[in-house]
C-alpha cells in the first residue's frame, strides 16, 4: 500500500512543476547576475580618473592559467603603470585571484560572461580593450591616499612600544 | 492504375508515421521539459515544431559508420529489422471501423504480438553484432525483459480475446465501441499497460538502454541514421502500444459528436501523455525488480485475470 502511496505521489509531484519555469529564454530575457559575479577581468581607474594599475604583477603571478601578460613603466611624476597589459581570455577561467592579488583594486571582475569570438587571436584584449572608466566596485579607493609615493611627505608615525601592544 | 494508387496511399501512410515518431521525439521533448521546470526546444517554427525536422536532417546528414570489430551485415541489419517490425504493426490497427490496412484481418492481433517478439531481434542483434560489452548488457537485458513481460502481455490480450471473440483488432474494437472493455477488464488492463511500456521499453522500463549504467545500452555503438531507427522503433513501437491501449480497452473510435477517427486518435494521444507523464515521474527499477514485477506479479495476476474472466463467460456469457 505504501508502494502505491509512492506511485502516486511521483506523479503528482511532476505535475505540480508544471507552472514553474526555471529556463530562460536567454537571449531576449538577461539573466539577473549578482555584483559579485565572476565575469570578464576589466580594469578600473579611481574617482579622479587615473588609471589604478600600478603594473607591479602580482595578478599575473597569481594567474593559474598564466594568462595575464603586462609590463610596467614609470610615469615623469615617478608613479609606476602598466605601459602594456594583456589578458588572453582564451585562457582564462574566472577564478577571480587577480582581483583578490590586486592591492590597488585596478583589476575587477565584471559581469560580463558573452563574448565568443571565432578565431583564437581574438581572445588576446590588450589594454585599451581592457580599461574602463569607471572605478567599479569600489568607487571611492584611491591607493595613492593609503601608500605609495605620496607616503614619503607625511611625517613620519611614532614608533610602537611593544609591550604597549601586549594584550 | 489500383495498385499503383495502393502504392501510393502506402508510401503516404509510411511518410506520416515518420513524421508521427519526429513529431513525437519533439513533442517528449517539450512535455518532459514542461515537466522538469525546463522550456525544452521552442526555436524553430512555431512551439519549436521544426525542431523535428532540424533533429532528421541532422541524423541524415552524418556519417554512415560501422566500427571496425562489428559484425557488418548483422550490425547493418538490425536497426531496419526494429524499424520495419514496429512499421508493420500499424497494418493491422484500424483508425475507424474500416480505415486500416488489414485490420479486418482474422490473426491481426498475433500479427502484432510476433511483430514484437521479431523487434527483439532486431534490439538483440544490434547490440550483440556491435562487438561492445555495454551494447551486450543491453541486449541481454532486452531479451530477457521481452520474455518476461510478453507473456503477462499475452495473457492479458486473451482474456480480451474470450471476450470479444475475435482476433481481428477491427473486431476487438467493436466489441468495446458500447462499455469500454475496461470496465469489464480492470485488472487486465493494469498487466496490460504495464506489460505494454515494458514491450515498448520505456522509462521506466529503459534496462535495454540505462544511460546511467550502460553508456546507451544495446545502441551505445550505433550513430547517423542507423542509431535514428532504433529511435523510429522505439518511438513507433509506443505509438503501437498507446494505439493498443486505447482501442482494446478505452472503447476505441466511438464516443460522442466526433468522428470515430478523431475518438481514436484523441484516446491515442491521452495514452502517450500519460506515457510521457510516466517517464518524467517513475525511476527505473532495478534489474531484479524488474524480472521479480514480471514473473512473480505480473504473470500470476494475467493467469488470474484469466481465469475470472472465463469463469464470468462461461457462467454470464460474453457481452
Known amino acids: 500500500m505504501k508502494l502505491w502511496r509512492r506511485f502516486f505521489a511521483s506523479f503528482w509531484t511532476t505535475l505540480r512543476q508544471l507552472p514553474r519555469r526555471d529556463t530562460l ?39 593559474p592559467t ?16 602598466a605601459e602594456s597589459f594583456r589578458i588572453n581570455f582564451a585562457r582564462c577561467i574566472y577564478c577571480g585571484l587577480c582581483e583578490e592579488a590586486c592591492p590597488t583594486l585596478a583589476i575587477q571582475l565584471s559581469p560580463e560572461f558573452a563574448f565568443a569570438q571565432s578565431e583564437r587571436g581574438d581572445f588576446v584584449y590588450s589594454k585599451e580593450a581592457l580599461l574602463i572608466d569607471g572605478p567599479g566596485k569600489h568607487p571611492d579607493y584611491r591607493y595613492y591616499d593609503h601608500a605609495g609615493v605620496r607616503i614619503r611627505a607625511l611625517p613620519p608615525a611614532p614608533a610602537v612600544e611593544p609591550r604597549s601592544n601586549l594584550p | 492504375m489500383l495498385i499503383a494508387l495502393q502504392v501510393l496511399a ?23 521539459a514542461l515537466l522538469q521546470n525546463r522550456l525544452g526546444p521552442n526555436r524553430l517554427g512555431p512551439f519549436g515544431v521544426g525542431q523535428a525536422l532540424a533533429d532528421a536532417i541532422k541524423l541524415l546528414a552524418k556519417e554512415d559508420f560501422v566500427p571496425r570489430f562489428a559484425n557488418n551485415w548483422l550490425y547493418r541489419g538490425a536497426p531496419v529489422l526494429v524499424a520495419a517490425s514496429a512499421l508493420a504493426g500499424f497494418a493491422v490497427l484500424p483508425l475507424a471501423p474500416g480505415v486500416s490496412w488489414a485490420g479486418t484481418w482474422n490473426i491481426g492481433l498475433l500479427l ?67 462499455l469500454p472493455l475496461i470496465v469489464y477488464q480492470p485488472l487486465g488492463f493494469l498487466v496490460f499497460a504495464i506489460a505494454g511500456v515494458a514491450e515498448t521499453q520505456r522509462l521506466p522500463f ?27 522503433g522505439e518511438y513507433l513501437g509506443l505509438v503501437l502500444i498507446a494505439a493498443l491501449i486505447a482501442l482494446l480497452y478505452l472503447g476505441a473510435w466511438s464516443g460522442p459528436f466526433l468522428p470515430a477517427c478523431c475518438w481514436m486518435l484523441l484516446k491515442t494521444a491521452l495514452v502517450i501523455l500519460v506515457f510521457f507523464w510516466m517517464r518524467a515521474s517513475l525511476p527505473r527499477p532495478r534489474y531484479d525488480q524488474l524480472l521479480h514485477w514480471g514473473w512473480n506479479a505480473l504473470l500470476p495476476l494475467a493467469i488470474l485475470n484469466l481465469l475470472l474472466t472465463a469463469l464470468a463467460a462461461a457462467w454470464w456469457g460474453t457481452p
Open chain 2, 10 to 32: 502506402m508510401l503516404a501512410t509510411l511518410l506520416a508515421l515518420l513524421g508521427l515518431a519526429g513529431f513525437l521525439v519533439f513533442a517528449e521533448r517539450r512535455v518532459l
Open chain 2, 112 to 178: 502484432l504480438l510476433a511483430l514484437s517478439s521479431l523487434h527483439v531481434y532486431g534490439v538483440f542483434l544490434g547490440g550483440w553484432s556491435s562487438n561492445n560489452k555495454f551494447a551486450l548488457y543491453g541486449a541481454i537485458r532486452a531479451v530477457a525483459q521481452l520474455i518476461s513481460y510478453e507473456l503477462p502481455l499475452g495473457l492479458a490480450l486473451l482474456a480480451l480475446v474470450l471476450l470479444a471473440g475475435s482476433l481481428s483488432l477491427q473486431g476487438l474494437g467493436q466489441a468495446g465501441s458500447g
Open chain 1, 25 to 63: 529564454s536567454y537571449p531576449e530575457q538577461q539573466p539577473q547576475l549578482s555584483r559579485r559575479w565572476r565575469g570578464r577581468p576589466v580594469l578600473t581607474r579611481d574617482a579622479d580618473g587615473e588609471e589604478r594599475c600600478v603594473a607591479c604583477e602580482l595578478c599575473s603571478a597569481v594567474c
Open chain 1, 66 to 81: 598564466q594568462c595575464i601578460a603586462l609590463e610596467g613603466a614609470d610615469r615623469p611624476d615617478g608613479r609606476r603603470f
Open chain 2, 206 to 232: 529503459d534496462l535495454a538502454e540505462a544511460e546511467s549504467e550502460l553508456v546507451a545500452g544495446y545502441h551505445t555503438e550505433y550513430g547517423g541514421m542507423r542509431f535514428g531507427f532504433f529511435f523510429l
